[in-house]
Structure formats: structure tokens, C-alpha cells
């Protein structure tokens, strides 16, 4: 493999998602497979500032790739961005002989350790790591899947509660800037409408909408919303407006919240991080660097993290257009 590598830091960093401990397991591993020391960074750059280091062995990562969170937890760092917090980092770095970086965490992780990689010129590769999907580079990130798969099973219970008082329920996704979630999970559990940042419906078809399924014979309905959706300021709002102009309606609703970061990974998400996690490590050894690993077409690549911080996902049309023709 051809670079002087000897130890590796790994952290997570921002919010956790379902499969954080499977790529931490992984990266651990594939270092021990190397015969490379692995170094845990607990707490993500906040640890880093403070030297909060535990060597780990493939033992140490037993029994944690079917756990939920990240066992390195995970912190916001106010200090790291400023020069004197990253140089700080540094110096911990420097002492502790870590000779390169594995981040798996979003784009706000992966911008700070470019930052980090452009001022002190240590190897840095980003696993990407969240729920929401929005990170460019890669069809699909570590945690989405399962909270996908979380949602869904929600709705479903919502809506026996709704089939049996003939309710209305707005069910609240995460997706503050894209709608990845609501999509999908709207599709996936046969949602009525779906409200999504990237396209406002607009509070007239909305009623329109929820119109038409009356008159089709619909006793209950579900929408799901993404917590960015611009169609009212929030989905309680949203909740007024209806009752107020469908009185016909009783309206509920359900923000799910962080149930939906919660629980053990999925089958996908840890085949998918073990993979992303060996990569890394691998794409390191070969000499790799500032580079983000992602899956495009089931195959493992890779891309410059400045594209993953920049970047901005679409939203699939095409699915959107058979939720429109499914809720007939």
C-alpha cells in the first residue's frame, strides 16, 4: 500500500445515525488487518481539542455493529473553529502520533476537517454518516436507510388510529433542507400527500387534495411533511389551516422526532458501513486524501469532500410523480 501511515484517528461528529458503530468497527478492523494502530476520538472534534484518545483493538469494537449511536459519542466543538481550538487539536494529534483522519459524520464534519486538512496538511477521509441523505457523492448514506424503515413503521400505526376515528394526521419527518425522508417513507407507507422543501405545494392544492380524497370515499388520510416544507411556517400551522377551511376533517398531528435517529441499524446500513469503513481506511494507506468514500451504483468511490460540503442532493421527480398517481 505505499504511504507511511502508522496510526489512525477515527470520531463521529454531528448528529448520529444508525451505523455509526458498524463503520467505526469497520475502520478498526481494517486498520488491525493493516497492522495499523487505530486511535477513538471521543466526542468528536471536541475530544480532539481536549486529547480524549483510547487505543482501540478489533476486540475493542466487539458486539457494537447492531447498536444504534456512536460508541466515540458525538459534541458540538465551538472551539474548533476558531485557529486556536484547531491548533490545539493539532498539537494533540502531534503527540498522540496520529497520522490521519477518518471522520464519519455530515457535511458540517466533513467542512471542518477540510479546514483542518487545508491548515495542517494531516490525511483526512470522510465517511459520510446521517440520516437525512443530503450529502453529494454517494446514493446513500449511513443511517438512512433505517430511519427510512423507522418512519414507515410509524405511519403505519399512526394510521390504524386514523382509519379507526377517520382522522386527518400531518406526521412531522426529519428533512430540514431536503426531503429525502418524507418521499420515500410517504411512498413507502402510501401516504396521501406529501410536503417536501423542494417543492411547495401551496396550501390551495393542498385542500384540493385532501378534497378529492373525500370525495373518493377516503374516511382518513395521512400527510407527511418534511420539517423544512415551506408550505406553512410549521406543520401545526398547517393543521389550523385545514380545520379550518375542511370541517369535515379531525386533524392530528405527530412529529417524530428523534425516534427517527434511533435503533439498531438495518441490515443495509451495516453491510453499507462495513464497506464504506474498509474503504477508507484502504483509501488512506493508497495515499488518499481530503476525499469523501460513497457508493454510486452499488460500487464504492470516492470524491473531494469540497463537493460533499457544496453539493446539494436533488430530489427524485420521478418519485414524485408516482406518489401524485398512486393517491388517486
Known amino acids: 500500500m505505499g504511504t507511511d501511515i502508522k496510526k489512525i484517528g477515527v470520531f463521529?461528529?454531528?448528529?448520529?445515525?444508525?451505523?455509526?458503530?458498524?463503520a467505526i468497527r469497520a475502520v478498526v478492523r481494517a486498520a488491525a488487518y493493516h497492522k495499523i494502530d487505530c486511535l477513538g476520538i471521543y466526542r468528536g472534534y471536541e475530544g480532539m481539542i481536549e486529547g480524549d484518545f483510547k487505543?482501540?483493538?478489533?476486540?475493542?469494537?466487539?458486539?457494537?455493529?447492531?447498536?444504534?449511536?456512536?460508541?466515540?459519542?458525538?459534541?458540538?466543538?465551538?472551539?474548533?473553529?476558531t485557529p486556536e481550538g484547531r491548533q490545539q487539536a493539532y498539537d494533540q494529534l502531534v503527540k498522540a502520533e496520529i497520522d490521519a483522519l477518518v471522520i464519519i459524520g455530515g457535511d458540517?464534519?466533513?467542512?471542518?476537517?477540510?479546514?483542518?486538512?487545508?491548515?495542517?496538511?494531516?490525511?483526512?477521509?470522510?465517511?459520510?454518516?446521517?440520516?437525512?441523505?443530503?450529502i453529494d457523492g454517494t446514493n446513500y448514506?449511513?443511517?438512512?436507510?433505517?430511519?427510512?424503515?423507522?418512519?414507515?413503521?410509524?405511519?403505519?400505526k399512526i394510521r390504524d388510529t386514523a382509519s379507526s376515528h377517520r382522522r386527518l394526521f400531518f406526521v412531522e419527518v426529519m428533512g430540514r433542507d431536503v426531503g429525502h425522508i418524507a418521499l420515500n417513507a410517504g411512498v413507502g407507507a402510501g401516504a396521501e400527500e406529501i410536503l417536501v422543501p423542494e417543492e411547495d405545494l401551496g396550501l390551495d392544492r393542498l385542500l384540493e387534495s385532501l378534497k378529492r380524497?373525500?370525495?373518493t370515499g377516503k374516511s382518513s388520510s395521512i400527510v407527511v411533511v418534511a420539517e423544512g416544507d415551506k408550505t406553512g411556517n410549521n406543520v401545526f400551522e398547517l393543521r389550523d389551516y385545514v380545520e379550518a377551511h375542511l370541517k369535515e376533517y379531525e386533524?392530528?398531528?405527530?412529529?417524530?422526532?428523534?425516534?427517527?435517529?434511533?435503533?439498531?441499524?438495518?441490515?443495509?446500513?451495516?453491510?453499507l458501513a462495513s464497506r464504506m469503513g474498509v474503504?477508507?481506511?484502504?483509501?488512506?494507506?493508497?495515499?488518499?486524501?481530503?476525499?469523501?468514500?460513497?457508493?454510486?451504483?452499488?460500487?464504492?468511490?470516492?470524491?473531494?469532500?469540497?463537493?460533499?460540503?457544496?453539493?446539494?442532493?436533488?430530489i427524485n421527480h420521478e418519485l414524485l410523480r408516482v406518489s401524485d398517481i398512486l393517491t388517486i
Open 12 to 22: 463521529t461528529s454531528g448528529g448520529d445515525a444508525p451505523g455509526m458503530n458498524a
Open 55 to 81: 487505543h482501540l483493538t478489533a476486540r475493542s469494537v466487539n458486539n457494537i455493529i447492531n447498536k444504534g449511536g456512536t460508541i466515540l459519542k458525538s459534541a458540538r466543538s465551538v472551539a474548533f473553529r
Open 108 to 134: 458540517g464534519s466533513f467542512h471542518g476537517g477540510m479546514v483542518f486538512q487545508n491548515e495542517f496538511n494531516i490525511p483526512v477521509i470522510g465517511i459520510p454518516g446521517t440520516i437525512d441523505n443530503d
Open 141 to 156: 448514506t449511513i443511517g438512512y436507510d433505517t430511519a427510512l424503515n423507522t418512519v414507515v413503521e410509524a405511519i403505519d
Open 213 to 215: 380524497s373525500k370525495d
Open 251 to 271: 386533524v392530528r398531528v405527530s412529529v417524530l422526532g428523534h425516534m427517527q435517529r434511533g435503533g439498531a441499524p438495518s441490515c443495509y446500513d451495516r453491510v
Open 279 to 314: 474503504k477508507a481506511v484502504e483509501s488512506l494507506l493508497e495515499g488518499h486524501n481530503n476525499v469523501m468514500v460513497g457508493t454510486i451504483n452499488n460500487q464504492m468511490v470516492l470524491s473531494p469532500l469540497e463537493n460533499a460540503v457544496k453539493g446539494s442532493t436533488q
